[in-house]
């Protein structure tokens, strides 16, 4: 992983994480656990959500916070403000 898709998001004062990974990740202990502690260590211990996005590019969000998952599921992909992430 030299780098990722994903966004720093502020709602009402509250910060949460959102990455973009490939389907499949997020059933994956191992892998989902990879990208957490990822985000862990570039963003701090903040919530986060792990989406993928099916072929018609329709995305699902995945996290611990079903509160997260929910808000993310009815908010355009587009107002996310999605980066590139460089990991050294």
Known sequence: MNFF?????????????????R??????P???AAWFNLA???WG????AL???DARGVPTYYSDDSTL???LSNIPMEAIPWQRWTVS
């Open 69 to 71: 998952a929910q808000f």
């Open 23 to 28: 389907p499949g990740v997020p059933q994956n």
């Open 40 to 42: 862990l260590q570039i």
């Open 45 to 48: 211990p903040i919530p986060l």
């Open 51 to 53: 989406m993928t996005q």
């Open 5 to 21: 898709d994903g966004a720093l998001v502020e709602h009402q004062g509250a910060q949460f994480g959102v990455i973009a990974v």
């Open 30 to 32: 191992t892998e989902s």
